[in-house]
């Protein structure tokens, strides 16, 4: 997880309230990305940036929301947390290149209660 | 729909000889194909790359093979260890811009001494 780390580690939190996550590099990667993985769905992928201020939706973007204002924080933010969005999220890294491997974090897990 | 499957069921296997895990999938055009492995707690970790032109990859003791035809890639483990058990997932990318990936489900590996 070098060069890359997500917080909070662990967050419960109640239906209905905000929540913002947060992923930070050091590694100066243009591209980034947010997934979720839960229990037969694997990993998809919510939204990812590909540049300051570059946002595009994945697969799975209803009731999140994403900002990128500088090159090394990606923000994840639940607008009004569901249950159905209780799940571990990973942030994950890219250079630019087709092919590039992902260097992702070591994960959020969220509790919506 | 793109589909993209691993074997859901663990792959047990005594140590020493070789695990070979399968990713078939559907409806998917990818330009290239990634394997990595994800420890419990922990985000997935970059193996192995392979493009649609290339048969094989290798790397120590990992094998990746990319059938476009069949639709299909299986990955090797060689002179399996202990420490190899672990889930391993396949993506999935296009040449589409964002360098984005899709995943399969994983299947674990546990490696008997």
């Known amino acids: 997880d070098a060069g890359i780390t997500q917080s909070p580690r662990h967050k419960v939190t109640e239906t209905g309230t905000p929540v913002t996550l947060r992923c930070h590099q050091t590694e100066n990667h243009r591209y980034m990305y947010w997934y979720r993985q839960d229990p037969g769905h694997g990993l998809r992928l919510i939204h990812y940036s590909y540049g300051v201020k570059d946002t595009d939706k994945g697969e799975v973007s209803d009731g999140y929301s994403v900002s990128r204002s500088k090159t090394e924080d990606f923000l994840l933010t639940l607008e009004s947390a569901t249950s159905s969005q209780t799940s571990v999220y990973f942030c994950?890294?890219?250079?630019?290149?087709?092919?590039?491997?992902?260097?992702f974090g070591s994960g959020t897990r969220l509790t919506v209660v | 729909s793109q589909k993209i499957e691993q074997n859901s069921e663990a792959l047990n296997i005594q140590e020493g000889k070789t695990a070979t895990l399968t990713c078939n999938y559907t409806n998917y055009s990818p330009a290239y194909l990634q394997w990595y492995r994800q420890d419990p707690g922990r985000g997935p970790v970059f193996l192995l790359l392979i493009r649609e032109n290339e048969k094989e990859k290798r790397k120590e003791r990992l094998k990746v093979t990319f059938d476009t035809t069949l639709k299909q890639s299986l990955f090797h483990i060689t002179a399996s260890q202990p420490a190899d058990s672990a889930t391993y997932l396949c993506?999935?990318?296009?040449?589409?811009?964002?360098?984005?990936?899709?995943f399969g489900g994983g299947t674990r590996v546990l490696v008997k001494p």
């Open positions: 994950a890294i890219s250079e630019s290149r087709q092919g590039d491997g992902y260097t």
């Open positions: 993506a999935l990318g296009t040449t589409a811009a964002g360098n984005k990936l899709t």
